[in-house]
């Protein structure tokens, strides 16, 4: 990863620029990282977390997003071409985590800003420890070293076990996902727009690809598809339109492209898109069909509904 077009090896410039003792630590990092199933859900959140945000925020800068990359600080790396800037996270959920003592992280974090400016030639490199336990996170965010308090800080992402809890216990998260939801105030939907970016990340994050190329996989991959719709043209037939005008009632709306329905106090919303084979299709059923009541009716829409 870098923003010129030749580099020496990574492994050749930690050797004759930081020493062999630190290739030795490079190379052991690589090899390590916390492949449990804990450590990889936290990550892989924190991942998608990442992914959106930098969307919401930079949506046309030229950024790219890589996981377990060789390096010092590697759990995450986020590379912003268009800016010739570099964020790289480390993400830890334990009790024991130091900046020195055994096994500290303080001289990966330092070498880390080095390789970055030096070897990758960046303006400007930052490198974040994102820490799962409350605790923890406030002990080492009151004693980040002066020798990298410069370009480091600490950052709390707590970690769950379903993507509700995950949402609800990391409110950033939850604003920046809400952002790509068309009903950002209903949880199961926002769920299921946060579960379309984990699976698109976990699918292809080994591959080298622009925020923007993940942000469309996960949103083509999407079934049912509550991203949110820039396309406000969607309308149905005027045979669908005067069948559901007659039936007692009955309301609806199009709302980011789904035919919303109310009955009451029931609602509910078509799963096919407008426009869809999936919803011509039922459109053509309801027609043939010509329901008269909601019960008939209902028995189309819930058959599709979400």
Known sequence: MTCVGYLPSLE????????????????????????????????????????????????EDDIEISSQEKAFVDDLTIMNF????????QLKDSKKVYWFKAKG??????????VDLNHFNVDSSKTTLVLAQENVYKLRNKDIPESIKHHTECVLFKNSETANKMLLNNQNFKDVVSKFCAYPTETDKL????????????????????VSEFIDLAKKAA??????????????????????????GLSYTIHNGFLNYEINDFSG??????????FEKLSEAIIERNPSDIMSLLGFLMGSGA
């Open 12 to 59: 050749d410039f930690v050797r004759d620029n930081l020493g062999a003792d630190r290739l030795v630590n490079l190379n052991n990092q690589s090899k390590g990282g916390d492949n449990n199933a804990k450590g990889n859900r936290h990550e892989t959140f924190f991942a998608a977390y990442k992914l959106a945000e930098s969307y919401i925020e930079s949506p």
């Open 82 to 89: 268009t800016k010739n800037s570099k964020q790289s996270y």
């Open 105 to 114: 992280i303080a001289p990966y974090f330092r070498d880390q800003y080095k």
């Open 191 to 210: 769920e299921i727009v946060l579960q379309n970016l984990v699976g698109t990340w976990t699918t292809h994050n080994k591959e080298k690809k622009k």
């Open 223 to 248: 079934n049912p598809d509550f991203f949110k719709d820039s396309n406000s043209n969607y309308s149905i037939s005027d045979k669908l339109s005067q069948i559901l005008d007659n039936i007692d």
């Open 269 to 278: 919303i078509v799963r096919s898109k407008i426009g869809t084979p999936e």
